[in-house]
Antibody, heavy 120, light 111 residues
Framework: QLQLQESGPGLVKPSETLSLTCTVSGGSISSSAYYWGWIRQPPGKGLEWIGSIYHSGSAYYNPSLKSRVTISVHTSKNQFSLNLSSVSAADTAVYYC????????????WGQGTLVTVSS | QSALTQPASVSGSPGQPITISCTGTSSDVGSYNLVSWYQQHPGKAPKLMIYEGSKRPSGVSNRFSGSKSGNTASLTISGLQAEDEADYYCCSYAGSSTPVVFGGGTKLTVL
């Protein structure tokens, strides 16, 4: 059974960089059939796609976040990571990682999510 | 890329059917039959309920179905049950450069 687990600091100071890692178990991140993505959800609000990456390193980002986001893949560790720079309180959210499948990049497996709060 | 438009809330009685709409544009919903729907209970991760417009993942009840007409996709739940009370999000493929766009979410209340 595929499992994804987010990890990283739960508190980040304004203007600093938010860094999270998603560890994939029960399957290979190098599978040719899938992209791997980050999605976030501010408290009480809806879902927002942040970006997706293929095992080759090819990545796509939400245009509204593109200037601040970097997603990387680490195939030897079966992990992929998210860096979001220059954070503000508006970046406070639950951050999910997910496996994206099919032509429509639907998220068929999700991590449990991790709350990141931006505050001094 | 603008978010897809969903009603903020819908409600229905047990056993009744309900439909949640998801309106996009000719650049996303209208161009691709690649809408997915997610169910999210409070404090939980989203769960995939429908993908590629109308397909159900293994283990999802056949009470859930998806369809599309023009720029609007719909999720129908037949025979509402108490456990269906949750937030529902639609999501559409929107092209190779911005592949994922979500709707704002709909809160389903089972009366």
């Amino acid at each position: 059974q595929l499992q994804l687990q987010e990890s990283g600091p739960g508190l980040v100071k304004p203007s600093e960089t938010l860094s999270l890692t998603c560890t994939v178990s029960g399957g290979s991140i190098s599978s040719s059939a899938y992209y791997w993505g980050w999605i976030r959800q501010p408290p009480g609000k809806g879902l927002e796609w942040i970006g997706s990456i293929y095992h080759s390193g090819s990545a796509y980002y939400n245009p509204s976040l593109k200037s601040r986001v970097t997603i990387s893949v680490h195939t030897s560790k079966n992990q992929f990571s998210l860096n979001l720079s220059s954070v503000s309180a508006a970046d406070t959210a639950v951050y999910y990682c997910a496996r994206l499948a099919g032509y429509g990049d639907h998220g068929d497996y999700w991590g449990q999510g991790t709350l990141v709060t931006v505050s001094s | 890329q603008s978010a897809l438009t969903q009603p903020a809330s819908v409600s229905g009685s047990p056993g009744q059917p309900i439909t949640i709409s998801c309106t996009g544009t000719s650049s996303d919903v209208g161009s691709y039959n690649l809408v997915s729907w997610y169910q999210q209970h409070p404090g939980k991760a989203p769960k995939l309920m429908i993908y590629e417009g109308s397909k159900r993942p293994s283990g999802v009840s056949n009470r859930f179905s998806g369809s599309k007409s023009g720029n609007t996709a719909s999720l129908t739940i037949s025979g509402l049950q108490a456990e269906d009370e949750a937030d529902y999000y639609c999501c559409s493929y929107a092209g190779s450069s911005t592949p994922v766009v979500f709707g704002g979410g709909t809160k389903l209340t089972v009366l």
